[in-house]
């Protein structure tokens, strides 16, 4: 059982470059989220999704965007990368939305935007 | 203010030691209360959840929730060197699930 997978692992972009940050989980949950995680910021929720065709904002929402076709894919898109976007990004699931329901979280995204 | 306020350390202990790390909030309609560790790289991992007041104890962890002073904390019994780890906490209302900065732990053999 994959659990949530997250793609690329590491990522160099040059400013006002687009890139899309790949998530897929393979344990039907419906609600899925993408975070940023920076030194001294702790997790902050960018957007998240409660099933498929459904998204909203999160805290950091801006910079980025998000969809959901499927229940199984969740990816991020960052329009016109910024060095300010420069962070790790997980992404995590859970089963019932968010009630009552931990994440499980994929192992990261490192990217870099010089 | 943030709505989740966590001291991000680093706190040192010796092995052995009990362990408390502890969450402040600020906002009332958080129901749902969760700790988390992650290891250096890694993604984080659940510890513990609760949804009521009082204590939730789980082999050498503890996690207890105070609702009337918005206060959390987790307790690390017999602490060990592979304790050492960020500590997290989280918390939910709507459908937001909102995380303090974490705690950095280390705990020296």
């Known amino acids: 059982n994959a659990g949530v997978t997250q793609t690329p692992k590491f990522q160099v972009l040059k400013t006002g470059q687009s890139m899309t940050l790949q998530c897929a989980q393979d344990?039907?949950?419906?609600?899925m989220s993408w975070y940023r995680q920076d030194p001294g910021m702790g997790l902050r929720l960018i957007h998240y999704?409660?099933?498929?065709?459904?998204?909203d904002q999160g805290e950091v929402p801006n910079g980025y965007n998000v969809s959901r076709s499927t229940t199984e894919d969740f990816p991020l898109r960052l329009l016109s990368a910024a060095p300010s976007q420069t962070s790790v990004y997980f992404c995590?699931?859970?089963?019932?939305?968010?009630?009552?329901?931990?994440?499980?979280f994929g192992n990261g995204t490192r990217l870099t935007v010089t | 203010q943030k709505e989740v306020e966590q001291d991000p350390g680093p706190l040192s202990v010796p092995e052995g030691a009990i362990v408390s790390l502890n969450c402040t909030y600020s906002?009332?309609?958080?129901?749902?209360f969760m700790w988390y560790r992650q290891y250096s790289r890694k993604g984080p991992e659940l510890l513990m959840y609760?949804?009521?007041?009082g204590n939730k104890e789980d082999g050498r962890f503890t996690a207890q929730v105070d609702k009337s002073s918005k206060y959390i904390s987790l307790f690390i019994r017999d602490s060990q060197p592979s304790d050492s780890a960020t500590y997290l906490c989280?918390?939910?209302?709507?459908?937001?699930?909102?995380f303090g900065k974490g705690t950095r732990l280390h705990i020296l053999p």
């Open positions: 995590a699931s859970s089963y019932s939305g968010a009630r009552n329901s931990p994440l499980h």
């Open positions: 344990m039907n949950h419906e609600y």
């Open positions: 999704s409660v099933g498929a065709g459904i998204t």
């Open positions: 906002n009332s309609a958080f129901q749902y």
């Open positions: 609760t949804y009521s007041s």
């Open positions: 989280a918390m939910q209302r709507d459908d937001k699930i909102i």
